[in-house]
């Protein structure tokens, strides 16, 4: 059985097995705006997805994990399309996502009707990573 919900503090360890990349106080907002969900299946948490708003009108996916052994059984495009719906709810027409070019999830984000908008390049030293594209969905 599939469930999808809004992540919740408890769901803290869970979060930060497959997310490293967000600051706890980032986390904690993510749980207080609703701005995060927790896939799970048989009630065991096997996949996440954070957004933010771009611009603070787009929603912007920013972060979309299954754990390792359960990829390519269908549950990112599971997640994508319940936020697509959830976000279609709230009013929004579009969404956006984001990728590194060197990345397989470009290919995905496409089959699920995205198309690429743009990318920014990185060169900072200490920031420095393969351009990130913009992908983008009319909802």
Not at 43 to 59: A, E, M, Q, T
Not at 116 to 130: A, R, S
Request: hydrophobic fraction near 40%; include cysteine.
């Amino acid at each position: 059985m599939i469930e999808i919900r809004y992540v919740q503090l408890g769901d803290k360890k869970f979060w930060y097995g497959l997310d490293r990349h967000l600051p706890d106080n980032e986390f904690k907002k993510k749980v207080r705006d609703k701005q995060g969900y927790v896939l799970l299946e048989n009630n065991i948490p096997i996949g996440l997805l954070r957004f933010n708003l771009f611009w603070d009108n787009i929603p912007f996916c920013t972060m979309l994990f299954i754990d390792w052994k359960c990829q390519g059984k269908g549950f990112g495009k599971i997640l994508m399309e319940y936020w697509e719906e959830d976000m279609k709810s709230k009013g929004y027409d579009m969404v956006l996502t984001s990728t590194q070019v060197d990345e397989e999830a470009q290919h995905f984000y496409r089959k699920l009707g995205y198309k690429d908008c743009g990318g920014i390049i990185m060169d900072i030293p200490k920031h420095e990573q393969p351009m990130e594209m913009f992908l983008v969905k009319a909802i």
